[in-house]
Structure formats: structure tokens, C-alpha cells
């Protein structure tokens, strides 16, 4: 079983950067499909980004394209995520998650087999 871990949310101003990081623990991992989902307050959880087991490729959110980026080290056992340009309607609690088998239906949540705890991001205007 792979455990999930992230870290490097927190508060911001608009136009702002993050970077967060998740680390992995597990032998799945550098196999897995990785990707980064964020849930608001009364909103359900949405897909933000995911990449393949070797990097070679990434798909995000159309609401986030051109200021995030998906990134992974397997050799660390590590996904990252670099935003940039924050906006408000960023704000929400990120999670990490990993997909064991596959990439197919990487958008859906339930396609994930093993979550982090979240760490919350908070975009002030």
C-alpha cells in the first residue's frame, strides 16, 4: 500500500506562487498514475492535474492551464505541484492521489486508489 503525504499549502495573495509537494511512501508509486485533485468549501472534489508513472504525459483542468504544473520524481518518490498566478477561486484543500493501474478515466476521482490527507490552499484578493 502506498501512503500520501503533502505538504506546502498555505496562505497567498492573488498572483501569487505555491508549490506543493507530496511525498510517497510504498512500492506502487513509481507506477502508479499520480495526479492533484482540490475541494472548495460546499463544492464537490474536481480533478486538477495528473501525470503518467514515467512524466512522459500530463493533462490538467482547463481552469488551471498555463499556471500550474504537474511534476513527479520517482527516484524521490515525490509529485509536485508549481502554481502560479493564484486567484481566488484557487482557494480549496488539495489532495494528492495515486492510481495503481492505468490511466484511463484520470479525471474521476473513484479511478483513484489512495489519497492524501490535504493541505489547504488559501488565495486572498
Known amino acids: 500500500q502506498v501512503q500520501l503525504v503533502e505538504s506546502g499549502g498555505g496562505l497567498v495573495q492573488a498572483g501569487g506562487s505555491l508549490r506543493l509537494s507530496c511525498a510517497a511512501s510504498?512500492?506502487?508509486?513509481?507506477?502508479?498514475?499520480m495526479a492533484w485533485f482540490r475541494q472548495a468549501p460546499g463544492k464537490e472534489r474536481e480533478f486538477v492535474a495528473a501525470?503518467?508513472?514515467?512524466?512522459?504525459?500530463?493533462e490538467y483542468t482547463d481552469s488551471v492551464k498555463d499556471r500550474f504544473t504537474i511534476s513527479r520524481d520517482n527516484a524521490k518518490n515525490m509529485v509536485f505541484l508549481q502554481m502560479n498566478s493564484l486567484k481566488p477561486d484557487d482557494t480549496a484543500v488539495y489532495y494528492c492521489?495515486?492510481?495503481?493501474?492505468?490511466?484511463?478515466?484520470?479525471?474521476?476521482?473513484?479511478?483513484?486508489?489512495?489519497w492524501g490527507q490535504g493541505t489547504q490552499v488559501t488565495v486572498s484578493s
Open positions: 492521489a495515486g492510481m495503481t493501474t492505468g490511466w484511463l478515466r484520470f479525471r474521476s476521482p473513484n479511478r483513484y486508489d489512495y
Open positions: 510504498g512500492r506502487s508509486f513509481s507506477s502508479s498514475t
Open positions: 501525470i503518467r508513472w514515467n512524466g512522459g504525459s500530463t
